[in-house]
């Protein structure tokens, strides 16, 4: 798997947490999700996910993103602010969001090649290490790492690879860097016999082991033991139908429980629960018994729809070429769309049809049977014109 490839792998989550609340998620989530502080649109964060996989494999560069980013801020009706980096269409912003996903990536493909068996016999170790000048360096380094529990060799920050100190100093609870925003920290192999010399191992021991963590590890995680109460409430308050929680209390990206799903690999359902709670969206529709279950009724996808319903629209179709061809980033945008669609409409006395325009200039159009809490078609049309499902 490429840097490229784990960004896209990243389940997208929409929130209005800012940096301080996305520290509260644990951290193989905070990992395997594309987020970025304060930001909510779902299809906003998409294209960013899309074109920092571009970055990260040399198909576009900084001054692009920037460029294509700001284009789809302004498709999205997000406008220019104060110039901070609270402002999304900021060099400082944006810059931080390509810089962060991309190191990132980088990091753990480097990590990955670092920590295979032959790698761990030849170099067990590595050192903490500035690799990037910044104008403002923090200086706290050495105090972060010693309370991270970490040894220091005369200055040298080392540790084997192993060592649980990678994760307590990282921000973001990764082993690999980056540690923290615009940081300019990295890492530095260390071989056997300066490890050795070193203290941290001796001469016949055997090379440090690995956890065998999966990629997807941490998609789906047991919330900790007494913190139900109040994680249960916050996660579902801040993510909506992007994420559930079964009757185990394990919390799960159901993006990514749909990506799996037109794999073939994942579980035969994915319950997003209610989504509909806008007073304002609702109103539209006319019907009060109607309008009052769009408000109180969960949605359930199922392997077998998409299987018989979805994959059909995946290749355009209709008269005049109105439909677009869906792609699986599509498919990840039905929680989002579950969630906070652009519009909503009666189609029928237990149906209702809502929709989410797309950065691409299509209109993603879902149908949904309020009797029986599942969807009925999903497709792709040209955001021109009324969606009508089929």
Known sequence: MTAADKILQKALAGSKLDTAGWSEIQAGLRDRAFFSAK????????????????????????????????????????????????????????????????????????????????????????????????????????????????????????????????????????????????????????????????????????????????????????????????????????????????????????????RDMLDGTGQSNAPLGKGLYNPDLLKAIGDEDLRRRAGNTGLTISTQWMATHAKKHVAPSGKGGANMPLNPGDFELIPSLWRKPDGVERYSDNEITIWLDTLDGGRLTLGVNLLKGSPTTFRKQKAAGAPSPA
């Open 39 to 258: 930001v909510e649109e779902a299809r906003v964060l998409a294209e960013a996910r899309r074109m920092c996989a571009d970055v990260a494999d040399g198909r576009m560069d900084a001054s692009e993103f920037r460029r294509d980013m700001r284009r789809a801020l302004g498709q999205a009706g997000i406008d220019p602010g104060d110039g901070s980096v609270r402002d999304l269409h900021a060099r400082a912003r944006l810059d931080l969001i390509m810089d962060t996903n991309v190191r990132q990536a980088r990091g753990w493909a480097q990590w990955r090649e670092a920590t295979t068996p032959g790698a761990l016999a030849a170099f067990p170790a590595r050192e903490f290490v500035r690799v990037g000048r910044r104008d403002k360096e923090r200086k706290n380094w050495p105090e972060r790492w010693a309370a991270a529990g970490g040894r220091i060799f005369g200055g040298r920050m080392v540790a084997l690879k192993n060592d649980p100190v990678w994760t307590r100093l990282s921000r973001f609870g990764t082993p690999y860097p980056p540690f923290d925003f615009n940081s300019g920290m990295g890492v530095h192999e260390i071989d056997w016999d300066e490890a050795v010399e070193l203290g941290l191992l001796k001469d016949d021991d055997p090379p440090p082991k690995m956890e065998d963590r999966g990629f997807n590890d941490g998609l789906s995680a047991k919330l900790p033991k007494g913190s139900e109460k109040n994680m249960d409430p916050f996660l579902r308050e801040t993510f909506g139908a992007q994420v559930s929680i079964d009757g185990n209390n394990v919390v799960h990206w159901n993006e990514h429980l749909i």
